[in-house]
């Protein structure tokens, strides 16, 4: 009898050592699994979308990875409670959990403070909290204040875009691959019935200011996006596109002696493609950039009202002119390092309109759950935002970007 019960104590000392071993190798299991998360997270921040592989890791929303994190070390931190009976293990077992224990806690220790900086960025860069903002802004030329509206209706039919962009008060409105569906001209009547339309390439631009010349360039990427709404093949290729305008505001020598000038970009979607490469390349082209100007002639006894365009052949033209605003879907998530590329050139840089005027949360893609801000807007350092929202329009694929700023004072 004594012998049968000293067997089963035998049998169930060592069943409870190999539950303690298979609890503490969870618990480090679980916490390296916080580690990589955060490490992952950390290359990706670092490295940024310098390089092919590193571009996946940057585009790695913060608002997800954090909450994941804080779970994951949650639970290792359960399982490290679990991690009892201690009395009934021999020497070298103790001594064996406790060495398990320490790898675990410092590893914890990693996953927190990893958790920590995670935090500290979404607080302070993506929800943008501490950013110092200000509501004053002097007049850009004859205009009291400029309000940008952007979005990409990405080819999905939409009733009430027009509306939708109405009640924005729009100064300059452009809306990127529109689709056959939507009226402009009744776009344009309901915005301003005085405004210049314009229709170039994917883009539909309604002005309150005329717009004295515009230019426009396929950046000729080969790469592919996904069917949308009204194509019939699955995939088509999506070269990139960029815009100039030039717009009329009256401004004077204090602020600049040239017109108001706006870039618009539509930059490819294809996640296969260098992100890097594709700011290089665009960069390039621009700067080198000889197309046709095209200039306005406005219709005759006429002072304001949809002009007629025709390409100027007389004056050559080296480069999209250095811009003002720098507009439009770049299908680079904001904080990238080869936005600073692109939005930048020889004697010239833009700054951010969400950094000097969002506040909280602000993502543009996908539309119903937008993880990803990639519909952005840059301005030159005479300027100032004094206002930055995306709009969620309930239909299409991309949430609407508004912008008001005006000259810094």
Known sequence: MQRGTGRARRIGLKLDRAIQRWISGLGIAIAFGACVIVGTWAIGRTVSDRFLWSQYL??????????????????????????????????????????????????????????????????????????????????????????????????????????????????????????????????????DEGADLLEAGPFTLVATAPIASWGITSLGFKGTRLNSEGESEAERIDPGRAMWIALDVGMTESAASRPFVVWILDLPSDVMLSRRRIAESTRRQLVAWQGTVFRRVPDEGVEKGPGRYRADTTLA??????????????????????LGVVTSGPGWTTRGAFEQAGLGYAATWPLKMPLWHIDQAFLAPWLHATGYRVVNPRTGLHWMQVVEFGAAE
């Not at 958790?115 to 909290?129: G, I, Y």
């Not at 033209?317 to 390092?337: H, T």
Request: glycine letters at 8%; one cysteine or more; hydrophobic letters at 50%.
């Open 58 to 191: 940057a585009w790695i929303p913060t608002v997800l990875a954090l909450p994941l994190a804080f779970v994951v070390l949650v639970l290792s931190s359960a399982v490290a409670l679990m991690d009892e009976g201690a009395d009934r293990l021999t020497p070298y077992a103790l001594d064996r959990r406790r060495r398990v224990r320490r790898i675990a806690m410092g590893l914890r220790g990693i996953g927190w403070l990893g958790v920590a900086c995670m935090a500290w960025t979404l607080l302070a860069r993506d929800l943008n909290l501490g950013a110092r903002r200000s509501r004053e802004a002097a007049p850009v030329g004859r205009l009291d204040g400029f309000t940008l509206v952007y979005w990409n209706l990405a080819n999905w039919p939409s009733e009430r875009a027009t509306d939708l962009v109405r009640v924005q008060r729009p100064t300059l409105a452009v809306l990127a691959n529109v689709g056959h569906d939507l009226d402009r001209e009744t776009l344009r009547e309901k915005v």
């Open 317 to 338: 033209m080296v480069g999209f002119p250095e811009p003002d605003v720098i507009v439009g879907d770049f299908n680079i998530p904001r904080g990238c390092w080869s």
